[in-house]
C-alpha cells in the first residue's frame, strides 16, 4: 500500500480532518441568528446585501448540530439559534411548509420547493440526533410537507416546486433536489426507524441509475412534467448555481457516494455498488484536469467535452467522500490514492488558510474568483468531507456521530 493509499488510516490523517472540521465550524460561527443563518462573506460575516435562505439555514442547523455531537463547545447554541429561523421567519404559518428565503426588505419567495424541504428534513435529523428544543416537530411537518405535497408515487420521485399555497405545480422536474431528498430520507429512515423512507429512497437512486446508464453514465438532470429528460435545458445559462446545463461532474460523485449509503442501510432494487463505480469512473474521466490544468471542471455535455470550466468547492468535497466511500466498501488502492490527490489540490487550491473556510470557486487556472459564488456561505459539502472519511457507510452521518461511531 502507498503511503497515499495508507491516509484514512493514519492518525495524523484522522488528526487533521478533525482540525479542518474544527476550523470550519469555527469560520461559520457568525452565520446563525433568530432569523436563521446569514449569508457570509469572504471574511465569515454577514452580507446584509443577500437574503436568508432556507437551504443555507438548513445546511447550518446540521452541520452545527453534527458539531454538538461530536462534542465541540459552542456548536448546540448556534444551531438552536439557526432552527429558530426554520421554526419562525422562513416558515409558512397559513399554507405549511417553508419558503426558500426571505429577502433583505422582509419580503419571501412565494414558492415551495422539494430541495428546500429536503434540506430542512436533513436539518431536523440532525437537530433531533443532538437533543434541540422543537427539532421534532420541524421533523414531523418536513416529512409531511416533503411526502404529502411533493412525492409523486406513480413516478417514485419528487415534483420540483409549488406556488406558495399548493395550488399550482410547476411543470419542472428535476434531479438535484431529489439527490438531497435521498440523502435526507436516510437520515428520516435512521430517525424515526420507518423503513418506507428507505424504501422512497431507493426509488428515487434506481430511476438515477437506470438514466445515468442510458447516458454513458452522464445524469441527465432536468425532465419534463412526464420525467421525459431535456438535454438542452439551460443551454442559455450553462453556469446556472443550481440547475447547469449538461452533467454536473459533482452531482455524478455525489450519487456515487449516496448508491453506497444506499447498500449499507440495506436498500434493494440495483446493483449500487456497480452503478457507483460507473459513475465515479465517468465523474472522474470527465471531470479532472480535463482542460490541462488541475480540478474538477464544473460541467460536460453529453460527450464528455468540458462545459463549465471553472472549479467549485462543494465538487472537490464530493470527490474526496466518494473516493472515500468506494475505498471503504471496496479496499481498492485506487480510490485510496485518489482521495489523497484531492485531499492534496483541496489544501493547495481551496481551502483559505488567510481568511478561513473554502474559497467557493475558481476560475479554470485556479485562481479564486465570483462570478458564480459571492462569499462563502457554505460550510455542508466540506464540514462532511472531514467526516465521511471517518465514518462508517451506514448508518446515516449524525446519527452515526451520536453513536459514537467517528475514528
Same mark, same amino acid.
Given at each position: 500500500?502507498?503511503?497515499?493509499?495508507?491516509?484514512?488510516?493514519?492518525?495524523?490523517?484522522?488528526?487533521?480532518?478533525?482540525?479542518?472540521?474544527?476550523?470550519?465550524?469555527?469560520?461559520?460561527?457568525?452565520?446563525?441568528?433568530?432569523?436563521?443563518?446569514?449569508?457570509?462573506?469572504?471574511?465569515?460575516?454577514?452580507?446584509?446585501?443577500?437574503?436568508?435562505?432556507?437551504?443555507?439555514?438548513?445546511?447550518?442547523?446540521?452541520?452545527?448540530?453534527?458539531?454538538?455531537?461530536?462534542?465541540?463547545?459552542?456548536?448546540?447554541?448556534?444551531?438552536?439559534?439557526?432552527?429558530?429561523?426554520?421554526?419562525?421567519?422562513?416558515?409558512?404559518?397559513?399554507?405549511?411548509?417553508?419558503?426558500?428565503?426571505?429577502?433583505?426588505?422582509?419580503?419571501?419567495?412565494?414558492?415551495?420547493?422539494?430541495?428546500?424541504?429536503?434540506?430542512?428534513?436533513?436539518?431536523?435529523?440532525?437537530?433531533?440526533?443532538?437533543?434541540?428544543?422543537?427539532?421534532?416537530?420541524?421533523?414531523?411537518?418536513?416529512?409531511?410537507?416533503?411526502?404529502? %405535497?411533493?412525492?409523486?408515487?406513480?413516478?417514485?420521485?419528487?415534483?420540483?416546486?409549488?406556488?406558495?399555497?399548493? =395550488?399550482?405545480?410547476?411543470?419542472?422536474?428535476?434531479?438535484?433536489?431529489?439527490?438531497?431528498?435521498?440523502?435526507?430520507?436516510?437520515?428520516?429512515?435512521?430517525?424515526?426507524?420507518?423503513?418506507?423512507?428507505?424504501?422512497?429512497?431507493?426509488?428515487?437512486?434506481?430511476?438515477?441509475?437506470?438514466?445515468?446508464?442510458?447516458?454513458?453514465?452522464?445524469?441527465?438532470?432536468?425532465?419534463?412534467?412526464?420525467? =421525459?429528460?431535456?438535454?438542452?435545458?439551460?443551454?442559455?445559462?450553462?453556469?446556472?448555481?443550481?440547475?447547469?446545463?449538461?452533467?454536473?461532474?459533482?452531482?455524478?460523485?455525489?450519487?456515487?457516494?449516496?448508491?453506497?449509503?444506499?447498500?449499507?442501510?440495506?436498500?434493494?432494487?440495483?446493483?449500487?455498488?456497480?452503478?457507483?463505480?460507473?459513475?465515479?469512473?465517468?465523474?472522474?474521466?470527465?471531470?479532472?484536469?480535463?482542460?490541462?490544468?488541475?480540478?474538477?471542471?464544473? =460541467? =460536460?455535455?453529453?460527450?464528455?467535452?468540458?462545459?463549465?470550466?471553472?472549479?467549485?468547492?462543494?465538487?472537490?468535497?464530493?470527490?474526496?467522500?466518494?473516493?472515500?466511500?468506494?475505498?471503504?466498501?471496496?479496499?481498492?488502492?485506487?480510490?485510496?490514492?485518489?482521495?489523497?490527490?484531492?485531499?492534496?489540490?483541496?489544501?493547495?487550491?481551496?481551502?483559505?488558510?488567510? %481568511?478561513?473556510?473554502?474559497?467557493?470557486?475558481?476560475?479554470?487556472?485556479?485562481?479564486?474568483?465570483?462570478?458564480?459564488?459571492?462569499?462563502?456561505?457554505?460550510?455542508?459539502?466540506?464540514?462532511?468531507?472531514?467526516?465521511?472519511?471517518?465514518?462508517?457507510?451506514?448508518?446515516?452521518?449524525?446519527?452515526?456521530?451520536?453513536?459514537?461511531?467517528?475514528?
Amino acid at each position: 500500500m502507498s503511503v497515499g493509499a495508507a491516509w484514512p488510516s493514519l492518525l495524523v490523517h484522522r488528526q487533521w480532518l478533525q482540525h479542518e472540521t474544527e476550523r470550519l465550524l469555527a469560520f461559520g460561527a457568525n452565520a446563525p441568528n433568530e432569523g436563521g443563518a446569514a449569508w457570509l462573506d469572504d471574511d465569515g460575516m454577514p452580507d446584509p446585501s443577500q437574503p436568508v435562505g432556507t437551504w443555507v439555514t438548513a445546511r447550518m442547523v446540521h452541520v452545527y448540530a453534527v458539531g454538538h455531537l461530536l462534542g465541540i463547545p459552542g456548536c448546540r447554541p448556534l444551531a438552536q439559534r439557526a432552527l429558530t429561523g426554520l421554526t419562525g421567519p422562513l416558515h409558512d404559518d397559513d399554507h405549511g411548509g417553508w419558503f426558500p428565503r426571505r429577502d433583505p426588505d422582509g419580503t419571501v419567495a412565494p414558492e415551495k420547493r422539494c430541495y428546500d424541504h429536503a434540506f430542512v428534513v436533513l436539518a431536523a435529523t440532525s437537530a433531533a440526533a443532538a437533543g434541540l428544543a422543537g427539532a421534532g416537530a420541524v421533523l414531523d411537518e418536513a416529512l409531511a410537507v416533503l411526502g404529502d %405535497r411533493f412525492w409523486d408515487d406513480e413516478a417514485g420521485l419528487f415534483v420540483e416546486a409549488w406556488n406558495a399555497d399548493f =395550488t399550482r405545480l410547476d411543470d419542472y422536474r428535476g434531479v438535484n433536489a431529489n439527490m438531497h431528498a435521498v440523502e435526507a430520507l436516510m437520515a428520516a429512515a435512521d430517525a424515526t426507524g420507518d423503513d418506507e423512507w428507505l424504501h422512497r429512497a431507493s426509488r428515487i437512486a434506481g430511476f438515477v441509475v437506470g438514466q445515468a446508464r442510458q447516458h454513458g453514465w452522464r445524469i441527465p438532470e432536468h425532465f419534463g412534467p412526464d420525467w =421525459t429528460p431535456d438535454l438542452r435545458y439551460h443551454d442559455d445559462r450553462r453556469d446556472d448555481p443550481f440547475l447547469p446545463y449538461g452533467a454536473t461532474v459533482g452531482h455524478a460523485l455525489e450519487w456515487s457516494r449516496l448508491l453506497l449509503h444506499l447498500e449499507a442501510a440495506g436498500a434493494s432494487g440495483e446493483q449500487w455498488l456497480e452503478a457507483a463505480r460507473s459513475l465515479y469512473a465517468v465523474a472522474r474521466q470527465d471531470g479532472w484536469f480535463a482542460d490541462g490544468a488541475p480540478g474538477f471542471v464544473y =460541467t =460536460t455535455d453529453w460527450d464528455g467535452t468540458p462545459v463549465v470550466r471553472r472549479r467549485f468547492h462543494w465538487v472537490v468535497a464530493e470527490a474526496v467522500a466518494a473516493a472515500a466511500a468506494l475505498a471503504q466498501r471496496t479496499g481498492e488502492a485506487a480510490y485510496e490514492e485518489d482521495y489523497a490527490r484531492w485531499w492534496d489540490y483541496a489544501a493547495t487550491s481551496l481551502i483559505d488558510r488567510e %481568511r478561513g473556510s473554502w474559497h467557493h470557486e475558481l476560475d479554470s487556472a485556479n485562481r479564486p474568483a465570483h462570478t458564480v459564488w459571492r462569499g462563502k456561505p457554505d460550510l455542508y459539502h466540506a464540514l462532511q468531507a472531514t467526516l465521511i472519511p471517518r465514518l462508517p457507510l451506514a448508518p446515516s452521518l449524525a446519527t452515526a456521530v451520536a453513536r459514537g461511531l467517528l475514528r
